[in-house]
């Protein structure tokens, strides 16, 4: 037997079989239940003795369940006498509260950081964290990987004539800059204004947009509003199309309504959080071969980050 076995939470388990095939090793086998009052039973179905394991689950809707599951399986095997356990957590959840934005708020990414250490989990992958400084509140190794990979080689095979990377907000800038570096192409700003959580009103745009292919470039997209809002500004002031990339399809609320209805061209996303629903406008690309691969170079202390500078 290898050294290393991969176990599946309940959260994603279509892109836990997809890592699974790339690996070209079967899924572990563990047992999860929950009690009639919402309790989560766990049961790890195979001795894990010596063994190093990873635990595939986004924390994503529902987030309490799914972070609580993640915990549950962790102490599971912590307590079955696992060598090392690294969590794969393709999305993590509460990521958006990781600063003190207002009087007595918490700062709950940390939080949570703190729930997976204390649990047993000794090593994190994940990708594109919303903010790139929680890789501090953890006191253990974490692979915060760069969805780019996945985007770049879709945004080329377009064949935009006249292609420019956008900034959905301020905040995003590094992001955006980011790829339009790698791309070669320009960047244009979203200027926002955010009244409360959920709700955004744009503002202005920085850069000229008539004419041009805009491929707006976030980490995440949930209600959908900036982004819909987002693109109805570019087009207003003459962009040619509009096609959004983002890792994490959220996807809350009115979120699918308004992507079919508005303004944006194409959505394209990554597989970290399963789809609710389909929908003619959104591409999803899937990050198996990336997360698949980062195990397999963690399991044998080789480069994570070689990885990225090749396909960047």
């Given at each position: 037997?290898?050294?290393?076995?991969?176990?599946?939470?309940?959260s994603?388990?279509e892109?836990?079989?997809?890592?699974?095939?790339?690996?070209?090793?079967?899924?572990?086998?563990?047992t999860?239940?929950?009690?009639?009052?919402?309790?989560?039973s766990?049961?790890?179905?195979?001795?894990?003795?010596?063994?190093?394991?990873?635990?595939?689950?986004?924390?994503s809707?529902?987030?309490?369940?799914n972070?609580?599951?993640?915990?549950?399986?962790?102490?599971?095997l912590?307590?079955s006498?696992?060598?090392?356990?690294?969590?794969?957590?393709?999305?993590?959840?509460?990521?958006?509260?990781?600063?003190?934005a207002?009087?007595r708020?918490?700062?709950?990414?940390k939080l949570?950081?703190?729930?997976?250490?204390k649990?047993?989990?000794?090593?994190?992958?994940?990708v594109d964290?919303h903010?790139?400084?929680?890789?501090?509140?953890?006191?253990?190794?974490?692979d915060?990987?760069?969805?780019?990979?996945?985007f770049?080689?879709?945004?080329?095979?377009?064949?935009?004539?006249?292609?420019?990377?956008?900034s959905?907000d301020?905040?995003?800038?590094?992001?955006?800059?980011?790829?339009?570096?790698?791309?070669?192409?320009?960047?244009?700003?979203?200027?926002?204004?955010?009244?409360?959580?959920?709700e955004?009103?744009v503002m202005?745009i920085?850069?000229?947009?008539k004419?041009?292919?805009?491929?707006?470039?976030?980490d995440?997209?949930d209600?959908a509003g900036?982004?819909?809002?987002?693109?109805?500004?570019?087009?207003g002031?003459?962009?040619?199309?509009v096609?959004?990339c983002?890792?994490?399809?959220?996807?809350?609320?009115?979120?699918?309504?308004r992507?079919?209805?508005?303004d944006?061209?194409e959505?394209?996303?990554?597989?970290t959080?399963?789809m609710?629903?389909r929908?003619?406008?959104?591409?999803?690309?899937s990050?198996?071969p990336?997360?698949?691969?980062?195990?397999?170079?963690?399991q044998n202390?080789?480069?994570?980050?070689s990885?990225?500078?090749?396909?960047t």
């Amino acid at each position: 037997m290898s050294g290393y076995m991969i176990f599946s939470g309940t959260s994603n388990p279509e892109l836990s079989k997809e890592i699974a095939k790339y690996l070209e090793m079967p899924l572990s086998e563990a047992t999860i239940k929950r009690f009639s009052d919402g309790e989560i039973s766990v049961q790890i179905s195979e001795s894990v003795r010596g063994k190093d394991v990873f635990i595939i689950q986004p924390t994503s809707a529902p987030a309490n369940s799914n972070l609580m599951e993640l915990l549950i399986m962790t102490d599971a095997l912590k307590r079955s006498s696992a060598k090392s356990i690294t969590a794969v957590v393709p999305y993590y959840g509460y990521a958006r509260q990781d600063r003190k934005a207002a009087p007595r708020v918490p700062i709950t990414a940390k939080l949570v950081a703190d729930l997976m250490e204390k649990s047993g989990i000794t090593r994190m992958v994940t990708v594109d964290l919303h903010a790139s400084q929680i890789q501090g509140f953890f006191n253990i190794p974490v692979d915060n990987l760069y969805g780019a990979i996945l985007f770049i080689d879709y945004i080329k095979s377009k064949n935009f004539k006249n292609p420019v990377i956008a900034s959905p907000d301020i905040g995003g800038v590094a992001r955006a800059r980011y790829f339009a570096n790698k791309l070669g192409l320009d960047m244009v700003i979203v200027d926002k204004r955010r009244e409360k959580a959920n709700e955004s009103e744009v503002m202005n745009i920085i850069g000229d947009v008539k004419g041009k292919d805009i491929i707006l470039i976030d980490d995440m997209i949930d209600t959908a509003g900036t982004m819909i809002k987002g693109a109805a500004a570019l087009k207003g002031l003459g962009a040619n199309s509009v096609m959004a990339c983002c890792t994490h399809p959220v996807l809350s609320g009115p979120a699918y309504d308004r992507i079919a209805s508005g303004d944006l061209d194409e959505l394209v996303v990554a597989n970290t959080i399963p789809m609710k629903q389909r929908c003619d406008k959104i591409k999803m690309l899937s990050t198996a071969p990336m997360l698949g691969e980062v195990i397999r170079r963690v399991q044998n202390n080789e480069s994570v980050n070689s990885l990225f500078e090749a396909n960047t």
